[in-house]
């Protein structure tokens, strides 16, 4: 019972620790920001790889999910005499909900992941403590920029997620559903509020943010050689993913007592 | 097995002056947790000179050069480095400190993704503010040094163990440092590449100038490095010699045994040690 009494405590401890650092790596980041140097050409690297690189995941899993989306509902609908809202429904759940959730999940598991392994494999090669000792901070070389890019670039992925889910749910309903597209887009217009489209565009600010610096904090926390880089990026993804999800939640509840 | 105090160093505390030597240790002690990792170490490097730290793996000696180069803090005592206090300086005064040292690394630590120029250049390009052709031109010259210019454009997964010391050493070299730290530069490298990296040390302490710090536990090395001079002939070649005596004499040896200083001296007093411990480490 003692034992189990320890354990708890130091597993209190050991999250507590985790959660001072981060916060003090999201301090660092942000201060980082505003302050001289700044690496331009890394935050543009950091955009092409974070932000181009993710475009055919972010297209496949957007358009898909549309169009599974389509299908399903389209099936409900039906029971109600209701196909022509087909397009309503998709552009809702899209724009509010599964575009950014989907987007940031996806993200998470190839930016986050990715980030957690590169950092983590420069801290176990000591490379960066050759940064400092070249006198380069590392948060101002490697932190920001990504964190920067995906500050910028998780919204516009999250626009094409949305584009192209809209676009899959068009596919299924005009080939399957047989609801013909002037009836699919209007649906699709009408099944919005301008509020949802600020939190479909609001939310994946915050996403991108937390999936960057959970890889960051992770991978720069990383120890024991090659196994603690394949530990740091099983944890960078599970982290990231969790938090996307209560982040979300905790972010659309903030927007929905502001705008409605 | 002279552990020297301040007091026998004869120096002043305020240490930014000119007489001042660029590295001083006072009663630093450094643990991790429960483990004890540096107990009252104290010592002194003069400009010029070379100080060579010797020690079993886990000793405490590359922690030594972390200390110096403030990428870590000790629990108490004092680190004086190039006349500031660098135990009391926050990560950005340190860089200021540290863009006067260069380090090379255990493995290298090279940056994989960049190629053997833009390592080298990297301090000169990216926190300086050098024209790109002189940076063009100094990575040109120290890569020239170590004798790998024809690998300018590899990526450091294409060279080898030994390649990688190098260029870790024009790398560390190229900002022209007043004091250079090598961590186990030639760790884990067969007998003849070793001399290679050997050779490159003693031609960087004594061409460039600067004040070299070593930490290794090849003794082949540290008395290598301790007992030979660079000096360039008329035409202008770089020639490795025996050192003279005054060469040698300032070359100190450094035995940290569990994470204690247990021994400071030059290599003859060091070879003349009757103390069982040095005795069966120099075996």
């Known amino acids: 019972m003692n034992g189990l009494r320890i354990w708890a405590i130091e597993f209190v401890k050991k999250g507590l620790l985790e959660v001072q650092e981060y916060v003090r790596l999201c301090f660092a980041a942000l201060q980082a920001v505003f302050s001289r140097p700044f690496y331009a050409r890394d935050v543009m690297e950091q955009i092409d790889v974070i932000g181009l690189g993710s475009l055919t995941v972010v297209l496949l899993t957007g358009f898909f999910t549309g169009a599974v989306l389509a299908l399903q509902s389209g099936m409900t609908l039906d029971q109600f005499g209701a196909r022509p809202f087909v397009?309503?429904?998709?552009?809702?759940?899209?724009?509010?909900?599964?575009?950014?959730?989907?987007?940031?999940?996806?993200?998470?598991?190839r930016v986050g992941s990715g980030i957690a392994a590169e950092l983590g494999s420069m801290v176990v090669t000591e490379q960066i403590s050759a940064l400092r000792a070249l006198g380069t901070d590392p948060i101002r070389k490697l932190v920001v920029p990504r964190v920067l890019a995906g500050f910028i670039m998780c919204p516009i992925l999250t626009v094409v997620s949305d584009t192209v889910g809209m676009l899959g749910g068009w596919i299924i309903a005009l080939t399957q559903l047989r609801v013909s597209s002037g009836v699919y887009w209007s649906s699709v217009v009408e099944g919005l509020y301008?509020?949802?489209?600020y939190m479909g565009i609001i939310k994946p600010f915050f996403l991108g943010v937390v999936i960057v610096t959970i890889g960051c904090h992770v991978g720069l926390r990383t120890s024991g050689g090659t196994q603690g880089v394949g530990r740091a990026t099983t944890n960078a993804v599970v982290a990231a993913s969790v938090l996307v999800l209560i982040v979300d939640f905790f972010v659309t509840r903030l927007l929905i007592s502001i705008f409605f | 097995m002279r552990a020297k105090s301040l007091a026998e160093f004869g120096l002043?505390?305020?240490?930014?002056?000119?007489?001042?030597?660029?590295?001083?240790?006072?009663?630093?002690?450094?643990?991790?947790?429960?483990?004890?990792?540096?107990?009252?170490?104290?010592?002194?490097?003069?400009?010029g000179h070379t100080k060579i730290f010797l020690g079993a793996s886990g000793a405490g000696k590359s922690t030594i050069l972390k200390l110096m180069l403030g990428l870590l803090k000790p629990d108490s005592g004092t680190i004086w480095v190039l006349g500031h206090r660098v135990d009391l300086m926050d990560e950005a005064q340190l860089m200021r400190v540290r863009h006067h040292m260069g380090m090379v690394f255990q493995e290298g630590a090279l940056?994989?993704?960049?190629?053997?120029?833009?390592?080298?250049?990297?301090?000169l390009y990216e926190e300086t503010q050098m024209d790109l052709e002189d940076v063009r031109q100094r990575v040109d010259e120290?890569?020239?040094?170590?004798?790998?210019?024809?690998?300018?454009?590899?990526?450091?997964a294409a060279l080898s163990g030994g390649q990688r010391r190098r260029v870790a050493i024009a790398r560390a070299m190229a900002a022209k440092p007043?004091?250079?730290l090598y961590d186990e530069a030639t760790t884990g490298l067969d007998p003849m590449t070793a001399m290679t990296v050997d050779a490159e040390i003693v031609k960087v302490r004594d061409l460039e100038p600067a004040t070299s710090i070593l930490v290794t536990h090849q003794l082949r090395d540290a008395f290598y490095v301790a007992t030979h001079q660079a000096q360039r002939t008329a035409g202008g070649e770089i020639q490795l010699v025996e050192a003279g005596k005054q060469k040698v004499d300032e070359a100190d040896f450094v035995m940290i045994r569990e994470g204690r200083v247990y021994?400071?001296?030059?290599?003859?007093?060091?070879?003349?040690?009757?103390?069982?411990?040095?005795l069966k480490f120099l075996s």
């Open chain 2, 142 to 156: 120290v890569l020239g040094f170590v004798g790998l210019t024809q690998y300018i454009d590899r990526l450091p």
């Open chain 2, 263 to 278: 021994f400071e001296g030059t290599a003859s007093e060091l070879r003349q040690s009757q103390d069982p411990y040095l």
């Open chain 1, 194 to 197: 301008i509020q949802d489209v």
């Open chain 1, 87 to 109: 397009g309503r429904l998709i552009s809702a759940s899209m724009i509010k909900e599964l575009g950014p959730v989907l987007t940031a999940l996806m993200l998470a598991g």
């Open chain 2, 12 to 47: 002043p505390i305020e240490l930014a002056e000119a007489h001042a030597p660029v590295v001083l240790f006072d009663s630093v002690n450094l643990s991790f947790d429960e483990k004890v990792i540096l107990r009252d170490v104290t010592f002194s490097v003069r400009a």
């Open chain 2, 178 to 180: 007043i004091l250079l």
């Open chain 2, 111 to 123: 940056f994989d993704s960049l190629t053997v120029g833009e390592n080298v250049g990297y301090k």
